[in-house]
């Protein structure tokens, strides 16, 4: 697989980060979207450890963008954009967060709990099912239960979803596992809100007020450490507001005007 897709025409000045870890592609869509405007560059992470996505990220970009950047990160792109973005702050002259995952352990607790309440009885058993398949050491193949169980989780991360088509290529479980272990515990240990401290350019996120993942553990941390950041709000909107029946026009005019001119 090939680390990166581009969309739209030179100078390059946007790029999106597809969420996960481990899942390439998701953000197709609103790349395709944003290119009739500007250049977009949809970076796929194949590093199997956090450090080698940042620094994967950063050659992609060195080779292909004109810098500095806007980066829009998407669920665990918006962690890793914003750890990159804090690391390299020349690259990035805004960073936008869609649907991020909480800053803080605290307001992780519940999201699987959350997400599993909305999914039917026989929905649930099924991902019951499928993660003790993917706590299983003797199974090598992991790949198409992860696949499955973010197949089902997604509707529990849907308000009102338009009909689409996944887009995600490669379900990889040894980056989702390598990387999200890493940074669990960057995050539990403090290390990530830290870093925002770095972060000198504007921040906007974008957040369904359906997300499972709390909206709560993205603003009240980044607001203490991040002098330029802006919050909004989309209703009726779950994870991905460019699949949501209602949000989806207004979450595309914010991110459009968002973007460099």
């Not at 991905?240 to 989806?248: G, I, M, N, V, Y």
Request: charged content about 25%; some cysteine; hydrophobic content about 40%.
């Amino acid at each position: 697989m090939l680390n990166l897709r581009k969309y739209g025409n030179k100078p390059f000045r946007v790029a999106v980060i597809h969420g996960g870890p481990g899942a390439p592609g998701e953000m197709a869509l609103v790349a395709r979207e944003l290119s009739s405007i500007t250049g977009v560059l949809e970076p796929l992470q194949t590093a199997t450890k956090l450090e080698g996505q940042v620094r994967e990220l950063k050659t992609v970009l060195a080779k292909n963008a004109a810098l500095p950047v806007t980066l829009i990160g998407f669920s665990w792109g918006a962690l890793l954009s914003f750890i990159f973005t804090a690391r390299h702050p020349s690259f990035v002259r805004k960073l936008i967060l869609i649907g991020s995952a909480p800053y803080e352990g605290k307001y992780a607790l519940n999201i699987t709990q959350t997400r599993l309440s909305r999914l039917g009885e026989a929905e649930r058993e099924q991902a019951f099912s499928l993660m003790q398949t993917l706590n299983a050491p003797a199974i090598a193949d992991k790949n198409t239960s992860l696949a499955r169980l973010g197949k089902l989780l997604s509707r529990a991360d849907s308000y009102d979803p338009l009909p689409h088509d996944d887009e995600i290529l490669e379900c990889r479980y040894d980056i989702y596992q390598g990387v999200w272990e890493q940074a669990a515990e960057l995050r539990s240990s403090s290390k990530l809100l830290k870093l925002g401290k770095r972060i000198r350019c504007p921040v906007v996120a974008i957040h369904g007020d359906y997300d499972p993942h709390p909206s709560e553990g993205v603003v009240e941390p980044l607001s203490r450490v991040i002098k330029d950041f802006r919050f909004i709000l989309l209703e009726k909107c779950g994870h991905r507001p460019w699949l949501e029946r209602s949000a989806r026009d207004r979450f595309y005019n914010i991110l459009k005007q968002e973007l460099p001119s």
